[in-house]
Each structure stands twice: as C-alpha cells, then as structure tokens.
C-alpha cells in the first residue's frame, strides 16, 4: 500500500497483519480519487470502517483540512495513527477507536467527504448510510463514497441526498451519494 498522489505520493503504509482488514486496492483508489479530485482540497474528510487509514491518509496528501479516521479495532487505530503521521501534520488528523454507527449517532459536525469502507456483506454499509441519513453529517454539496462487493445493492437515501454514479472494478463497486 503506498500513497498515491499528493504531497506524500509514493509512500509506503504499514499494513495490518492478517485477513480481517480488505484494503482498497491501487487501481480502486487511484480511480476513486481520480472521480473525487475537485471535491478534496481544504474539505473535512472522514473515512469511517478505517482500517489502516489509506483514504484518509490518500486525502490528507491531496489536500484535505482535516481528517477524522474512526475504526473499533485497538489494532487497527494504531496503524492508523501511525500511517496518518507518516503523511500528515498531527494537527490535521484524528484517530478514534470506536463503533462507526455509534460514531455518527453522536452527531459529530459535518463533513464535506465521507469515506465508507465496512466489511462486505455484513449490513453495516447500509447501518452507516441510514445512520449518516438521519443524523445529516454531510456538509452541502458534500460527497459519501461508498465501496462494496459489485453484487451488492445500495438504497435510497431520499432528500436531501442522491445516489450518484456506480462504477465497476472487477469484483468491486464504487456509489457516490450527493447531498444537495
């Protein structure tokens, strides 16, 4: 895993030991922020289901404000706050080791780019959009990217969200949602 573009490109991130984390591969990623490029520079990012913090830290080099990574796993926080050192100013980042749907119910501000990147297949995608849909956590003309096994459907928000494009990477599958 390394850091693609920015002012941190071609950095090396530590990686968790094991099968429990999925990362985002380079092509997804290089994609996703090729699709999000005018939507990163000086926006509040948050990349919930963290992981090793790769999104966040990818939007951290390209710009970001501000980045909040949450993820339950104690193991996971630390590389997290680890990566996101390598790339960016402590001033710049958060790492929060909590639950994601407890997370966004605690009504945590607003948020120009969200980042949702759950485990596939185990529900929370859709916990964490009707979460981030009754809490309205994303800011105007913010942007949910959300990636998922390609036979995955995502739902309906309703307003003031709109699901967006879907784009296919072999066996994954990147929705956006708009908030108007």
Known sequence: MRIVAGTARGRKLKELPGLDTRPTTDKVKESMFNIVQFDIEGRRVLDLFAGTGQLGCEALSRGAAYVTFVDQSREA????????ALVADPDTF????????????????????VFLDPPYRTGLMEKALEAIRAIDIVAEHGIIVCETGLDETLPTLGDPYEMGREYRYGKIKLTLYHRR
């Open 77 to 84: 926080a630390r590389v997290v706050k680890e990566n996101a």
């Open 94 to 113: 958060e790492v929060l080791q909590r639950d994601a749907i407890g997370f966004v119910e605690s009504r945590p501000g607003k948020y120009g780019l």
